[in-house]
T-cell receptor
Framework: AQRVTQPEKLLSVFKGAPVELKCNYSYSGSPELFWYVQYSRQRLQLLLRHISRESIKGFTADLNKGETSFHLKKPFAQEEDSAMYYCALSISGSGTYKYIFGTGTRLKVLA | GAVVSQHPSRVICKSGTSVKIECRSLDFQATTMFWYRQFPKQSLMLMATSNEGSKATYEQGVEKDKFLINHASLTLSTLTVTSAHPEDSSFYIC??????????????FGPGTRLTVL
């Protein structure tokens, strides 16, 4: 069965500390993974796509097919990074696709 | 770029009435749009996939006669909650897919619509 697991509901770190938000997936096909962020009272915004291999706002994520993971990392957390983070897996079939979202991790960056 | 709007942002209606929510991609064309429901402090639950010019595909457990979806153009999809009841009160979010490489489109999300059924 297709599944996305974000094991931490809440992650609190101090400003300047490294951050790692965990995401594991289960999918028999070739995965496409995304990270979305939702700041307080705002819409979901795309943060990263694994196929782009980009770094946005200092965040990076590497797809590890062996460990079926797509963890989100940032070396030095900032207070403005406090938000809800969702990992999403795109699954496709019969010419269509859809996302499966993890349950999300709330990141709190403390001053 | 990749802006998605939703209207209305908030609606209150009486039990038994119908409510229509619009989702528009403002600066790109979206062959596929999606409708989600989000309960407080929970993740997004996909309700249906809306394809331009064809019938929507509903997820298991979602009543297609209750949640009518129309995708009349490449920039507009509508969700109509028919005969709404208090248990339909929720936060409804749409997204639109934009081609950016890869097998699947990248989804861009609207701001959501808060529906309250009295």
């Amino acid at each position: 069965a297709q599944r996305v697991t974000q094991p931490e509901k809440l992650l609190s770190v101090f400003k300047g500390a490294p951050v790692e938000l965990k995401c594991n997936y289960s999918y028999s096909g070739s995965p496409e993974l995304f990270w979305y962020v939702q700041y307080s009272r705002q819409r979901l915004q795309l943060l990263l796509r694994h196929i782009s291999r980009e770094s946005i706002k200092g965040f990076t994520a590497d797809l590890n097919k062996g460990e079926t993971s797509f963890h989100l990392k940032k070396p030095f957390a900032q207070e403005e990074d406090s938000a809800m983070y969702y990992c999403a897996l795109s699954i496709s079939g019969s010419g269509t696709y859809k996302y499966i979202f993890g349950t999300g991790t709330r990141l709190k960056v403390l001053a | 770029g990749a802006v998605v709007s939703q209207h209305p942002s908030r609606v209150i209606c009486k039990s038994g009435t119908s409510v229509k929510i619009e989702c528009r991609s403002l600066d790109f064309q979206a062959t596929t749009m999606f409708w989600y429901r989000q309960f407080p402090k929970q993740s997004l639950m996909l309700m249906a996939t809306s394809n331009e010019g064809s019938k929507a595909t509903y997820e298991q457990g979602v009543e297609k006669d209750k949640f009518l979806i129309n995708h009349a153009s490449l920039t507009l999809s509508t969700l109509t909650v028919t005969s709404a009841h208090p248990e339909d009160s929720s936060f409804y979010i749409c997204s639109a897919g934009r081609k950016e490489g890869g097998r699947s489109d990248t989804q861009y999300f609207g701001p959501g619509t808060r529906l309250t059924v009295l």
